[in-house]
């Protein structure tokens, strides 16, 4: 995978999702230091990708998680904020067509903070995983890297 512009793509950190056409869109968080998302593309089915861009979508460069619900929108649950680790927010952006992200939700903001200070550890939520369902959307997440919470996501209010 090519990493322009100083960029850095952890191999395993990468999400993604399909569109109706077949286009398979895959985000990366770019531990080079831009805290925005990098997104890249394959028309192919996966065989081949094009060339990361940068995107106007902050992150904190944190995991994310990048799908589609089953009305049809796109979602990112991520930390997407433009400071550097900060994770004390978790967010969801929603696109109705997978390319343009117009909308954008907190999905927890509450202060915690670690039990024990570890190497590589923030305070905040982070590190997401999420099962969409019957216009909701689990959401799994690390808290301080301690714990493991979970919420529910009425997606049909959004």
């Known amino acids: 995978m090519p990493q322009p512009h100083g960029a850095v793509f952890p191999g ?3 999400s993604w999702y399909q569109t109706d056409d077949g286009t398979i869109v895959m985000f990366w968080r770019d531990e080079g230091g831009s805290c925005r998302l990098w997104v890249c593309i394959s ?9 990361p861009v940068i995107t106007d979508i902050p992150d904190a460069m944190s995991r994310k998680y ?3 619900l089953d009305d049809g929108r796109y979602y990112i649950v991520s930390n997407a904020f ?6 004390r927010h978790l967010t969801m952006l929603l696109s109705d067509d997978g390319y343009k992200f117009n909308k954008g939700y907190i999905l927890v903001d509450d202060p915690t903070s670690m039990r024990l200070v570890g190497l590589l550890k923030e305070d905040g939520y982070m590190y997401p995983c999420c099962l969409p369902g019957e216009e909701k959307l689990l959401v799994a997440y690390s808290t301080n890297k301690e714990d493991i919470e979970c919420g ?6 959004m």
Do not use: H, Q, Y
């Open 82 to 87: 433009p400071s550097l680790l900060n994770r």
């Open 43 to 51: 028309t192919d089915g996966g065989e081949s990708f094009g060339e």
């Open 66 to 68: 990048a799908g589609r």
């Open 152 to 157: 529910i996501v009425d997606v049909a209010r």
């Open 12 to 14: 395993a950190e990468a």
